[in-house]
């Protein structure tokens, strides 16, 4: 079986490629084996990983976690000798799950709200990219209530209804200039929703090797009416009119999942995600202002995303009754194209390590916590809109904590 | 395994605390390459001097292409770089013009008349005295630099501040940059050999040699003079060629079609604008005619003369001469220019010398789409095109930053040194009326 997988990990197409603004941090177990975890029921995350193992888990559950992310980025401009980094700022992707069902029934319920999307990028009012993008704070909520059933002993589906609240905030300076030489500055700021849903299936072999496919759907999130704020001299306030909106659209993509778990031992189990991001539906980012002028015309700005895809691969060691060690690696290929990096996600393929552990104290209560490393790959890049010519080069640190209370 | 699993978790701490802060490689600032930039000089005219806003003043001095490039080769090996600065009493310097108002889409340009540096009735400016490295004189020729008269060192105020008084009147420009024991020059001159031609609507008044055309061969000559007083110490440096001088905003602001849509604003019958061209014969205006920039604020458009006959719509009152770059004269300049430049690129190839090519990259900017650079789209519109000045002749600090980078990737390109880029966001376009 070890040599199966193996091999299906050098045979793997490169189908799956994927992050651009996904956030891999859904529950700290899963998030200790670096993300993967599909094919195990684990515990209630599997709300999100996978909602056809919800129904396989023994116990009745609630759990919180948070796993603050400081997002390093640095940008070195072609031909410069200056580096410029982004502000130290911490990110809170959080999760919630819950997951009931009548004791030795066939069926169990579960709510998850957790942040699958999100960025927090401030790289100051004054670095060098200011004109293509000074922050961005991009988060997306998704609520998803779920029901998982067990179709024989071994076989699992489920499904959730998911509903976002998405919050972005985008700023960028304006190359217009004051009397006193500072430039303008545009505020993009607004919320909005989108729906889809989360679907899996969950399968445990007689030799006790489980599999599992889940697809995530793609959640359209609609932002209309936003307040479009622009600080320029007087001069010019005419062309840039105060109290304008926009609307936008930010596509967030599916993700389909291939997830298999392998028993190495009574306390040991390995696990292998593979994921296919179908980062493909953004293919531009777009600005409808209310109120348009010569100045500010409607803008599309093309993304021209393919998909990303992660590969992942975990352990999860039952050290003690009580105590839980676990590790993973885990590799993913960017959904940004050459000539699309922007400051907003600096995106190239990344290196993901983890590791993570969890303690037990009483048969109510657990404890896990995670940490989380990505080492995003330098990428010298010119963007074809804004001429932006440089070298990105991130590294994503982000430690994890929840508390479980089951019953 | 539990081992293992411990020491990979350590492990990842350990990676956390020793790498927390991305690193990026960095090739550039470190080496002057065959070049040797501690004594770096800047020869040149307006452009090279700093003059914006049809001045010359301390804000503008500040950001001539050549202090920046200045201040990037001092990472690897350069020395100071002095340039004759007006003081911060005296910082508006000869004065200038600043956007006071802009009321739809019209601008209001008004002097600025504090803080002069003007020493006398004459407009005489304050003198500066000491070492320059900078030499950027505005209104500097390649002829006039070899004035044999020396009376253009006394007449060019510019260069007349530079002088002491034993001296003006007795030197010419040729003289004055010799003898300054430099390891690294700049040579950006000759736009004003055409554009002191053009500026003038291609009329050239005999008693002012700033509105003549430099011959051609007499061009390449005295060119070839310059590059072999520069180098005559073997000593390395670059040259730019001359932009296009119908292509800067002063010419293309101010077109036929603005002219008749503001006639017919005021009497939808007017069919035509009439124009007086080089050979004085009057004809309508075409696009390819060219109308300088000072005619918007001069207010004679559309004024009726004694018969009553509007100013430039009837062909017995047309746009004057001097007012118009007419299609033939914008044909000649185009080819003095070119030739110019086939001259400079030649003398300093056989000079191994390197070339930025100003004359390509503001052909780039002036294009419809401009250029796109650090999220900035640089054109060659007036005010809205970041890149030229109030005169719509001279570059605003962005202007100057993005040449100053056109003259660093061309030297090292040449000399396999890695001068840094400047950060081009830092440096301002026009100033908007608050």
């Known amino acids: 079986m070890k040599k199966f997988l193996l091999s299906a990990l050098l045979s793997a197409p490169l189908w799956v490629l994927g992050q651009g603004f996904q956030v891999n941090l859904q529950g700290q177990k899963q998030i200790g084996m670096a993300g993967a975890g599909s094919a195990l029921a684990l515990d209630e995350a599997s709300v999100f990983y996978n909602p056809g193992a919800v129904t396989f888990l023994e116990k009745n559950s609630v759990s919180a976690g948070v796993n603050p992310l400081l997002f390093k980025s640095a940008f070195k401009q072609t031909g410069s000798n200056v580096t410029e980094d982004v502000k130290n700022k911490i990110a809170p992707p959080f999760e919630f799950y819950a997951v009931w069902g009548p004791k030795s029934n066939k069926w169990k319920l579960g709510l998850g709200v957790y942040t699958p999307f999100g960025g927090l990028v401030d790289w100051g009012d004054n670095w060098s990219g200011k004109y293509a993008l000074t922050s961005l704070n991009l988060k997306a909520i998704y609520f998803q209530p779920t029901l998982s059933i067990k179709i024989t002993d071994r076989i699992g589906i489920g499904a959730g209804f998911v509903y976002n609240h998405g919050d972005v905030n985008l700023q960028r300076a304006i190359p217009v200039n004051f009397p006193d030489g500072r430039s303008g500055k545009a505020t993009l700021d607004g919320t909005g929703t989108g729906y889809g849903w989360n679907a899996g299936l969950y399968i445990k072999t007689l030799s006790n090797i489980s599999f599992a496919l889940v697809h995530k759907s793609k959640v359209i999130t609609k932002l209309d009416g936003g307040s479009a704020e622009f600080e320029v001299p007087k001069s010019l306030e005419g062309s840039f009119p105060a109290g304008n909106t926009f609307n936008a659209e930010l596509p967030l993509p599916a993700t389909t999942s291939l997830g298999i778990g392998i028993p190495l031992s009574k306390s040991t189990v390995l696990a292998f995600d593979a994921s296919w991001v179908q980062w493909h539906i953004y293919q531009d980012l777009s600005f409808d202002y209310a109120t348009n002028t010569p100045a500010l015309v409607d803008t599309k700005s093309a993304r021209n995303y393919r998909d990303g895809s992660s590969f992942k691969l975990g352990i999860n060691h039952q050290a003690s009754e009580k105590l839980a060690l676990r590790a993973g690696i885990g590799y993913a290929f960017s959904p940004v194209q050459d000539g699309y990096v922007t400051p907003e996600a600096p995106d190239a393929d990344r290196y993901i390590l983890s590791a993570g552990l969890g303690y037990t104290p009483t048969r109510h209560f657990e404890v896990n916590a995670s940490f989380f490393f990505e080492d995003v790959k330098s990428r010298k890049q010119k963007n074809i809109e804004t001429g932006l010519d440089g070298t990105f080069k991130t590294l994503v640190y982000a430690p994890g904590i929840s508390l479980t209370y089951k019953w | 395994m539990k081992r293992y699993i411990l020491n990979s978790f350590v492990a990842a701490i350990i990676l956390f605390a020793a790498a927390c802060k991305p690193e990026i490689e960095t090739p550039a600032g470190t080496t002057a390459g065959q070049a040797n930039f501690s004594k770096y000089i800047a020869v040149g005219n307006s452009l090279t001097s700093g003059y914006a806003d049809g001045g010359l003043y301390l804000e503008g001095q500040k950001v001539a292409y050549p202090n920046l490039i ?239 006959i509007p100013y430039g719509l009837h062909p017995l009152n047309p746009i004057e001469n001097k007012w118009v770059l007419d299609k033939d004269e914008v044909i000649k300049v185009k080819d003095y220019v070119n030739s110019y430049n086939s001259s400079i690129k030649s003398l300093a190839t056989s000079k191994g010398l390197a070339i930025a090519d100003t004359y390509a990259y503001f052909n780039q900017v002036a294009s419809t789409d401009g250029v796109n650079v650090q999220g900035i789209t640089l054109k060659a519109a007036f005010i809205s095109g970041g890149a030229f000045s109030l005169d719509g002749v001279h570059l605003t600090p962005r202007g100057n930053a993005v040449i100053a980078n056109v003259f660093i990737d061309a030297i090292n390109a040449k000399y396999g040194s890695t001068v840094p880029n400047i950060d081009i966001t830092q440096y301002r376009g026009v100033k908007f009326p608050n």
């Not at chain 2, 003549?212 to 005559?232: E, I, Q, R, W």
């Not at chain 2, 075409?286 to 458009?301: H, K, N, V, Y």
């Open chain 2, 70 to 308: 200045a201040a990037k080769m001092a990472t690897v090996g350069g020395g100071a770089f002095t340039s004759p600065f007006f003081s911060e009493e005296h910082s508006n310097g000869s004065g200038y013009i600043s956007l006071t108002a802009l009321v739809n889409g019209t601008p209001t340009l008004t002097p600025v008349v504090d803080k002069l540096a003007i020493r006398d009735a004459a407009k005489h400016l304050d003198k500066y005295n000491g070492e320059i490295q900078n030499l950027g004189i505005p209104g500097m020729r390649v002829d006039l630099a070899f004035d044999p008269t020396f009376t253009f060192s006394a007449a060019n105020p510019y260069f007349e501040r530079l002088l002491p008084d034993a001296q003006v009147g007795k030197t010419n420009y040729f003289q004055f940059i010799q003898g300054r024991n430099h390891t690294f020059f700049s040579l950006w001159l000759g736009n004003n050999d055409v554009l002191g031609y053009a500026l003038n609507g291609a009329v050239t008044v005999s008693t002012d040699p700033t509105t003549t055309l430099t011959d051609k061969v007499t061009f390449s000559s005295l060119y070839a003079n310059f590059l072999n007083a520069l180098t005559a110490g073997g000593q390395k440096g670059i040259v730019g060629t001359i932009p296009d001088v119908t292509a800067v905003p002063y010419f293309n602001t101010v077109t036929v079609a603005a002219l008749l849509n503001a006639a017919k604003a005021i009497n939808p019958a007017a069919a035509a604008i009439y124009i007086q061209t080089g050979t004085g014969s009057v004809r309508p205006a075409t696009a390819e005619d060219l109308i300088r920039l000072p005619f918007q604020s001069e207010g004679i458009f559309g004024k009726p003369n004694g018969s009553g």
